[in-house]
C-alpha cells in the first residue's frame, strides 16, 4: 500500500446523501474474480446512459471541470449499504485519493482505509462550503494534510479534521493490517490456548 | 461498579490485544465465507504465502450467484460460473468446510449458519457481507467486513475493531395482528433514518421483541445494517436455547452443559447505561411499505406517498424528488392505488420456514392477480424441502407462484433472476436502493404476508383486512 501523507488536487462534488455501494458499484460487476479493473464501472447506472458508453451529462462527476479529480466531497452517511469493497477499488481506481463527507458508512470507511484511501469527516457547514466552492471556482484545489490533519485550499478555507491514531499511522506507513497483526501472534497463540473446547468442536 | 450490556460482554470476553485509545483485536469465533466477496482475499493468502489460520472454524457456501431454476444444469452465465468454482477451488485448496452449489445444506450464508447450529449466543461472527447482523438474533455480536478484513480473518483469525458505542432500541407492548418482525425492524428504521445507527451496536430489547420467534428476531437484526448500525444484537434465552437443542452443529451432551451455562450469562446488566436509547410502542405500529429508494423511505400501508415538500431538509426535498422520479411515483398518491408487477418473495431477511408458512396462510386457496408474476426463493436447500414436506410449494404453486431453488436470486439480482427496467416489485428483501433487484426496477419493501397480498390483489393492501 502507498503512503499518504499530504495531497493536493482538484475536487469533485457529488451533492447527494445516503449514496451507496450498490450505486457506486452496480452487481453486474461483483462476479468478477481480480480485485483491479473496476474503475470503468464506478456509478455506472449515474455514469452512463441505457446504452452502457455514452456518459450522461445530468450526473455531477461528468462535468469536464471535474475532470482529474482526486478529492470527493459528497454528503453524509457515503458508502452505506452493502459491505462490498469493490466500491472503494472502484473509486480508487478512479483516482479519488481522499473522500470528504458529514459522515461515512462504519464498512466503507474501514475499506477505504485498507486500500490507501482517506475518509474525511467535516461538519456539515464545512462540506456545503467546499462543495460550493467545487461547484463555482474552476479548477478547485485543495489541500488534505495527513499528518497534520488538515484541510486547506487557497481561498482561505483551513480547518482541522479528526483521525483514528491507528488509521493515521497506516495510512501514512503504508502499512498492511494482516503484517501488523501477525506481530501479535503470541498472543492470538494464547487466547486460543484459552477457550473452551466446545467453541471449535465442529 | 456499573453493569454491563450484553455487547460489553462478548466484547471483552473477545480481546486478543488492545491498544489504550487504539482498535482492539477482537478473536472471531466463525468466519462464513461466500462466493462474491472472497476470491480476491484467497489470491491475497496465496500471494503472501499465508494459509487460514483456523480452517476449522471457517464455513463457506455459493448463494449469491447461483441460478434458482434447477440444479441439474451447469450454469450458463461463464462470469458466475467461475466464480463459484473458484469458491469451491479455494475451499478445497484451503482446507474449509464447504456447502456447494448441489450440497444439501447449501443456502444463504445468514440462513444456513443457524440453521446448522453454528450461529451460537456470545461468539463473534464474522463474513464479507453487511447482512452479517442477521446472527445477532442469537446474542452474537456479528458484523459484516469488506474483502481486506476477510483476508485478515483468513491469515489471523481476529479482527481490528474500533469499539462502536451502544444503542438500546426497545419495544414495548403487544404486537397487533397482522404486524410482523419485518414492520418492527422498517418501523424503527422509519424513525431513526438509514444513519441513524452508524458507529453503533444495537441491542433490540423490550416485551415486543422477547414475543419474537427467533426467525422473527433474525429478520429484525438482519436490518440493523439498513439503519446504519455496526450489529444488531438480542439477548439470548429459552426460546434461543430450545431453537439450537440438537442442531447438527451446535454443542453437544456436556458440551452442550457447558455452553448453557456461558450463553444464560450474556444479558445487559440492569445497572449498564447504552450510549443512547430509543422507545418504540409496538401497539403503534402497522404493516409498513417502502416508497422510495433506501429503507428509511417508509410509511404504514394506510398512508400516502409523501411529497418533497413536506421534508424538513433541503437534502431531505432534493432526495425525495429523485427517488419518486426514479420509483415513477407522485407525491400523495395512496399507498393502496400502487399497483404491482412482480413478487418477490426471498433474501436473508424474509424467506425462512415461518415465513413461508405465513405467506402460504395468506395465498391458500386463491389466485395470482393476472398481471403479477410472483415468485418463491427458499433460503435454504433444507428449508426448501421442509416446505416441500409440508406441501407449502403446492399451495404456491397451485396460487400461481413460481417455486425456486435456494440462493440470494432477485434479492441482488447477481443471478439471471431481475427485473425489467420500469417494472414494480413487491419484495421480502432488505435493501430498495435504484436498481438493486434490476437495472430501473422499482422495489417496495414489504413483510412475507404483505407481498402474498400482492400478488393477489396485484396492489398493496392492507393485511390485517385480509
Ligand atoms: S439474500 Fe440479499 S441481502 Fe441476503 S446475503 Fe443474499 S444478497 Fe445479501
Redesign the interface.
Given at each position: 500500500m502507498e503512503p499518504l501523507v499530504k495531497h493536493t488536487g482538484r475536487v469533485a462534488a457529488l451533492d447527494?446523501?445516503?449514496v451507496?455501494t450498490?450505486?457506486i458499484i452496480?452487481?453486474?460487476f461483483?462476479?468478477?474474480?481480480?480485485?483491479t479493473g473496476y474503475g470503468p464501472f464506478a456509478f455506472f447506472?449515474w455514469r452512463y446512459f441505457e446504452d452502457g458508453t455514452t456518459l450522461n451529462p445530468a450526473f455531477e462527476l461528468n462535468d469536464d471541470r471535474y475532470a482529474g479529480a482526486t478529492i470527493l466531497v459528497t454528503?453524509?452517511?457515503f458508502g452505506?449499504?452493502?459491505?462490498?469493497?469493490?466500491a472503494?477499488w472502484a473509486l480508487k481506481e478512479y483516482g479519488f485519493i481522499a473522500i470528504i463527507a458529514p459522515?461515512?458508512?462504519?464498512?466503507f470507511a474501514?475499506?477505504a482505509v485498507?486500500?490507501g484511501m482517506l475518509t474525511v469527516v467535516l461538519p456539515p457547514a464545512d462540506v456545503a462550503e467546499l462543495t460550493q466552492r467545487a461547484q463555482n471556482i474552476d479548477d478547485y484545489q485543495i489541500t488534505v494534510d495527513l499528518a497534520n490533519t488538515i484541510v486547506q485550499d487557497n481561498h482561505g478555507f483551513a480547518t482541522s479534521f479528526a483521525v483514528?491514531?491507528?488509521v493515521q499511522h497506516r495510512l501514512l506507513n503504508g502499512l498492511d493490517?494482516?503484517g501488523l497483526?501477525?506481530q501479535?501472534?503470541d498472543?492470538?497463540t494464547a487466547?486460543?490456548a484459552k477457550?473452551?473446547?466446545?467453541?471449535?468442536?465442529? | 461498579m456499573a453493569g454491563k450490556t450484553l455487547f460489553e460482554k462478548v466484547w471483552e470476553s473477545h480481546l486478543?490485544?488492545e491498544?489504550p485509545?487504539?482498535?482492539a483485536?477482537l478473536?472471531v469465533?466463525l468466519h462464513l465465507v461466500h462466493e462474491?466477496?472472497s476470491?480476491?482475499a484467497f489470491?491475497?493468502l496465496r500471494l503472501?504465502g499465508?494459509s487460514v489460520?483456523?480452517p476449522?472454524?471457517t464455513v463457506a457456501t455459493v448463494d449469491?450467484?447461483v441460478p434458482t431454476t434447477g440444479r441439474s444444469e451447469t450454469i450458463a452465465?461463464d462470469?458466475?460460473r467461475?466464480?463459484i468454482e473458484?469458491m469451491e477451488q479455494n475451499a478445497a485448496e484451503f482446507g474449509l468446510?464447504f456447502y456447494g452449489y448441489r450440497s444439501p445444506n447449501q443456502g444463504i450464508v445468514h440462513v444456513i449458519g443457524p440453521e446448522l447450529g453454528?450461529t451460537q449466543p456470545g461468539?463473534v461472527i464474522v463474513c464479507?457481507?453487511?447482512h452479517t447482523s442477521t446472527h445477532g438474533a442469537f446474542g452474537a455480536f456479528a458484523l459484516?467486513?469488506?474483502?481486506?478484513?476477510v483476508?485478515?480473518v483468513l491469515?489471523?483469525?481476529?479482527l481490528?475493531q474500533?469499539k462502536?458505542k451502544t444503542m438500546e432500541v426497545r419495544v414495548d407492548g403487544v404486537l397487533p395482528q397482522g404486524v410482523t418482525a419485518k414492520d418492527i425492524i422498517l418501523g424503527i428504521i422509519g424513525h431513526i433514518g438509514?444513519?441513524g445507527g452508524?458507529?453503533h451496536v444495537i441491542e433490540y430489547t423490550g416485551e415486543a421483541i422477547r414475543s419474537l420467534s427467533m426467525e422473527g428476531r433474525m429478520t429484525v437484526c438482519n436490518m440493523s445494517?439498513e439503519g446504519?448500525a455496526?450489529a444488531g444484537m438480542i439477548a439470548p434465552d429459552e426460546k434461543t436455547f430450545a431453537y439450537l437443542k440438537d442442531r447438527k452443529?451446535a454443542?453437544q451432551g456436556s458440551?452442550?452443559e457447558?455452553?448453557l451455562a456461558?450463553w444464560r450469562t450474556l444479558t445487559t446488566d440492569a445497572d449498564a447505561e447504552y450510549d443512547s436509547v430509543v422507545k418504540i410502542d409496538a401497539a403503534s405500529l402497522a404493516p409498513h411499505v417502502t416508497w422510495g429508494t433506501?429503507p428509511g423511505q417508509v410509511v404504514p400501508v394506510t398512508g400516502r406517498v409523501p411529497s418533497p415538500a413536506e421534508m424538513l431538509t433541503s437534502?431531505?426535498q432534493?432526495?425525495t424528488e429523485?427517488a419518486l422520479t426514479y420509483m415513477g411515483l407522485e407525491g400523495g398518491t395512496p399507498i393502496q392505488d400502487i399497483a404491482v408487477d412482480r413478487v418477490f418473495l426471498g433474501s436473508c431477511t424474509n424467506a425462512r420456514l415461518e415465513d413461508l408458512r405465513a405467506a402460504a396462510g395468506v395465498v391458500r386457496g386463491r389466485q395470482v392477480h393476472p398481471d403479477v408474476h410472483a415468485m418463491v426463493v427458499p433460503g435454504s436447500t433444507l428449508l426448501k424441502q421442509k416446505a416441500e414436506s409440508e406441501g407449502l410449494n403446492e399451495v404456491f404453486q397451485a396460487a400461481g407462484f413460481e417455486w425456486r431453488e435456494a440462493g440470494c436470486s432477485m434479492c441482488?439480482?447477481?443471478n439471471p433472476d431481475i427485473l425489467a427496467p420500469g417494472e414494480r416489485c413487491a419484495s421480502t428483501s432488505n435493501?430498495n436502493?435504484?436498481?438493486?433487484q434490476g437495472?430501473g426496477g422499482r422495489t417496495h419493501l414489504v413483510s412475507p404476508q404483505m407481498a402474498a397480498a400482492a400478488a393477489i390483489a396485484g396492489r398493496f393492501v392492507d393485511v390485517r383486512e385480509w
Open positions: 447527494r446523501v445516503n451507496d450498490d450505486q452496480p452487481k453486474q461483483l462476479k468478477r474474480i481480480e480485485r447506472d454528503g453524509r452517511n452505506c449499504g452493502s459491505s462490498r469493497e469493490h472503494a459522515s461515512f458508512a462504519d464498512i474501514n475499506n485498507e486500500n483514528d491514531a491507528t493490517a494482516v497483526t501477525l501479535q501472534v498472543a492470538i487466547f486460543e477457550r473452551p473446547n466446545w467453541l471449535t468442536v465442529f | 486478543v490485544h491498544d485509545g487504539g482498535p483485536l478473536y469465533d462474491v466477496t476470491a480476491q489470491e491475497g503472501s499465508r489460520r483456523q476449522a472454524l449469491h450467484n452465465d462470469i458466475s467461475r466464480q473458484t468446510t453454528y461468539k464479507g457481507d453487511s459484516g467486513i469488506g474483502t481486506s478484513e483476508e485478515h491469515a489471523t483469525q481476529c481490528i474500533k462502536p438509514v444513519d452508524v458507529g445494517i446504519g455496526r452443529y454443542p458440551d452442550w457447558a455452553a456461558h433506501n437534502d431531505e432534493a432526495a429523485r441482488l439480482g447477481m435493501r436502493f435504484e436498481g438493486r437495472k
